[in-house]
């Protein structure tokens, strides 16, 4: 099993910035790519930024240029940085962990949310 606790959200002005915090625990070492994912009201969640082991991220065309993601396993913890902050960043960021390599689990695992909220 792997738990993920998320921390860093609150509410900021439009151009202001924010660090998200996602501490994993349990069997770490079945994590591969991490990522974290956002659900605005009334929207489908979508995909922010993801990272693998190796330190390869990608981006969703939105954020590209403001928000960097990073991971630090020796902590086994996983950061996004979000800058130049919009209100449509606005929404529930949830961290998300692939665990695929190790079968006996289930192939990904999600925190509980922490709402981001940026004002206009």
């Known amino acids: 099993q792997v738990q993920l606790v998320e921390s860093g959200g609150g509410l900021v002005q439009a151009g202001g910035s924010l660090r998200l915090f996602c501490v994993a625990s349990g069997d770490t070492i079945c994590i591969s790519t991490m990522g974290w994912y956002r659900r605005a009201p009334g929207k489908e969640r979508e995909l922010v930024a993801t990272?693998?082991?190796?330190?390869?991220?990608t981006f969703a065309d939105s954020v590209q240029g403001r928000f960097t993601i990073a991971r630090d396993d020796a902590k086994d913890t996983l950061y996004l940085q979000m800058n130049s902050l919009k209100p449509e960043d606005t929404a529930v960021y949830y961290c998300?962990?692939?665990?695929?390599?190790?079968?006996?689990?289930?192939?990904?695992?999600w925190g509980q949310g922490t709402q981001v909220t940026v004002s206009s």
């Open positions: 990272i693998t082991s190796i330190g390869s991220t």
């Open positions: 998300n962990a692939d665990t695929k390599q190790c079968p006996l689990y289930e192939d990904e695992y």
